[in-house]
């Protein structure tokens, strides 16, 4: 092996374990608006190479003025940013010529034709034209049957996808999504999430900020959550689900129970009201389930179990549970 | 982006710009072709036939300089003054501000594009005006220069504008206000040295009669100040402006939260 594909798989090995270069660092940061709102209060976050990020966080929580920060739309009050090792400040060119953004409004103009917005947004991230470039970004979008419409003559979800073309027409390696699919009918959910995923497979790294919990937990692989300017959490979305996230394993029994038997005191079950179910609760800060045990035990003990059912808590709950805590 | 410049983005830009101008062309070109000639009927024939000659030059081809320079003051400024206003209002601002560009850049194709325009109606103007008197001009290149200059500056100027104003109101506003009367009183229809000596006196305070002056000198070759006092009073305007626009970048005013 050469040097070259040794340093390269070095590269890879760490990304994938995340621990080395973060593609975006963020220390401290602060914004205080002019009229006195604080949006952000000392905000570190590491943003790993090439993973999908979900920030989640309730309306006025700072998410878009993070990445508007992180854009270079909103200065900030305190700290710093690197985009790829890049101040976002001091060598703003470097660090903007990396990132790509959906802004969370629809804003884009309404006389000028896709074709001619999306190769202005090349051209303002000095890019040199690339016609084939942008025709395979059209069609990836399915705009390129519109390529000479006026963006009013389009569609609120179409121009959702050309403000997608805007922010990808300089093949940015990182791309900020601003609540992409609020607003957005099924079907174009779908494909965003699909594009979305495409892109990661390419080596784009994506942070995007959402309401719909369901989307966090179909796509991210880490989940940071804001509430009041503060990130009150961080953590891989799988170790999230686990650690927080509840299963319960519903007995639905034969023959109604009056107790729960003594052979099955050594379990964590509770009976329902009516008595016609068994619940075990199980899950949360990792504890281990022993539910061959608990069947084993249910046999032996002799009760008639008709069903069984399994519910475990999404990301909402969690959230939910999260915020309500609050900071 | 080669030598430190993002000649890209100012491509950009500035082609994005003069393809709004092209989708207005049709009301860019009548309005100040009609502008004109209604001058020319209301001044050059009404007043004209009592004012025969200004310094040996017809009274009809003596207000063709002014007329030019009232019309790319005027126009210059709102074509500034709205390109870069409207990004803002809309919110479609983000995406210059996300970008790799510089305040140099953004100012070079903003005001650019604006003072482009201004150049080509000035043209426009000359034009139409030759349809009603005859207009030599003594230095052409002088002519030109004037031209340019004054387009960009008073690009610059609008440029400003647009970054202060918050409303479409307020937009207007100082063209109304101020450019407006000093473009009248500042000799487009006249020469100051047709007014007492109080009048003249303030009148002097006017930076427009600097440009107009040096304006229609290139053309005729008379003057109610002196030519290099015109030119270096329209190069500190343009500082002036330069300046301000430094400061609005430096300190992000109203362009950045
Ligand atoms: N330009 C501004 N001037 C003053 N205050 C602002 C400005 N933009 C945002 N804020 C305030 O900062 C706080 C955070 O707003 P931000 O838009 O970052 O929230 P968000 O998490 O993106 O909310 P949402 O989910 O509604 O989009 C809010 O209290 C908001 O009112
Ligand atoms: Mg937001």
């Known amino acids: 092996m050469s040097l070259r594909n040794a340093t390269i798989d070095v590269r890879r090995a760490t990304s994938q374990i995340g621990s080395v270069s973060p593609v975006i660092s963020i220390r401290h940061l602060s914004k205080t608006y002019a009229r006195g709102q604080t949006a952000l209060r000392d905000v570190s976050l590491d943003i790993r190479r090439g993973e999908i990020f979900a920030l989640l966080g309730p309306n006025g929580a700072g ?6 920060i992180v854009c270079g739309i909103v200065t900030p009050s305190a700290g710093r940013v690197e985009a790829d090792g890049h101040d976002i400040i001091r060598a703003y060119r470097a660090a903007r010529s990396l990132i790509g953004l959906v802004p969370q409004e629809l804003t884009i103009g309404f006389h000028e034709s896709v074709l001619a917005t999306v190769s202005f947004s090349r051209g303002l991230f000095g890019k040199a034209p690339d016609p084939a470039y942008v025709e395979k970004l059209l069609r990836d979008l399915s705009l390129w049957d519109r390529r000479n419409s006026q963006i009013m003559t389009l569609s609120g979800g179409m121009k959702r996808r050309v403000m997608i073309a805007k922010a990808l027409s300089h093949e940015p390696q990182i791309l900020f999504l601003d609540e992409p699919t609020a607003g957005v009918d099924v079907e174009l959910r779908r494909d965003m999430w699909q594009l979305v995923r495409k892109l990661r497979a390419a080596g784009t790294t994506i942070i995007l900020t959402t309401h719909y919990l369901e989307e966090a937990e179909e796509m991210a692989d880490r989940v940071g959550v804001i509430n009041k300017g503060e990130l009150i959490l961080l953590e891989d979305k799988k ?3 686990r650690q927080l996230g509840k299963k319960r394993l519903t007995l639905v029994l034969g023959v109604p129970l009056a107790e729960i038997p ?13 008595r016609r179910e068994l619940v075990y609760a199980y899950g949360g800060n990792g504890a281990e389930a022993n539910i ?6 249910i046999a032996e003990a002799g009760v008639v179990v008709k069903d069984l059912r399994t519910d475990e808590s999404s990301l909402e709950d969690i959230f939910v549970n999260l915020i309500r805590r609050g900071p | 982006m080669t030598a ?20 207005t062309l049709l009301q860019s070109i009548v309005s100040p072709v009609l502008s004109t000639s209604l001058y020319f009927v209301v001044f050059g024939s009404a007043i004209g036939s009592r004012i025969s000659h200004v310094g040996g030059v017809s009274y009809g081809a003596f207000i063709v300089p002014g007329l030019i320079m009232l019309g790319l003051l005027t126009q210059s400024i709102a074509n500034a003054s709205f390109g870069i206003y409207f ?11 996300s970008a790799p560009v510089s ?4 100012v070079t194709a903003y005001v650019g594009a604006a003072a482009t325009k201004s150049v080509l109606l000035g043209l426009i103007t000359l034009a139409t005006a030759t349809l009603f008197v005859s207009v030599h001009v003594l230095h052409p290149v002088w002519m030109i220069a004037f031209l340019v200059l004054t ?4 690009s610059m100027f609008g440029f400003v504008i647009g970054i202060w104003a918050d409303s479409f109101e307020k937009l207007q506003l100082i063209p109304l206000l101020i450019v407006t009367p000093l473009t009248f009183l500042g000799g487009s229809f006249y020469s100051i040295n047709m007014l007492p000596p109080l009048w003249r006196g303030i009148t002097l305070f006017n930076p427009v009669v600097y440009l107009i002056s040096g304006f229609r000198w290139s053309f005729y070759g008379i003057s109610d100040v002196n030519v290099a006092i015109s030119l270096g009073m329209t190069l500190v305007f343009l500082s002036a402006c330069l300046g301000l626009v430094v400061w609005i970048f430096k300190t992000g005013y109203r362009l950045k939260t």
Do not use: C, W
């Not at chain 1, 061959?292 to 035990?297: E, I, K, V, Y």
């Open chain 1, 63 to 68: 998410k878009t003025t993070l990445i508007n």
């Open chain 1, 239 to 241: 170790t999230l689900m």
């Open chain 1, 262 to 274: 003594a052979r099955l005191g050594a379990h964590p079950l509770t009976l329902s009201a009516d």
């Open chain 1, 292 to 297: 061959a045990q608990l069947l084993a035990d």
């Open chain 2, 4 to 23: 430190g410049l993002n000649l890209h983005a100012i491509r950009a830009i500035y082609t994005y710009e003069m393809a709004r101008t092209a989708r």
């Open chain 2, 87 to 97: 990004p803002r209002f809309v919110g479609t601002i983000y995406e210059v501000l």
């Open chain 2, 103 to 106: 305040a140099v850049e953004i």
């Open chain 2, 151 to 154: 387009s960009i500056t008073f």
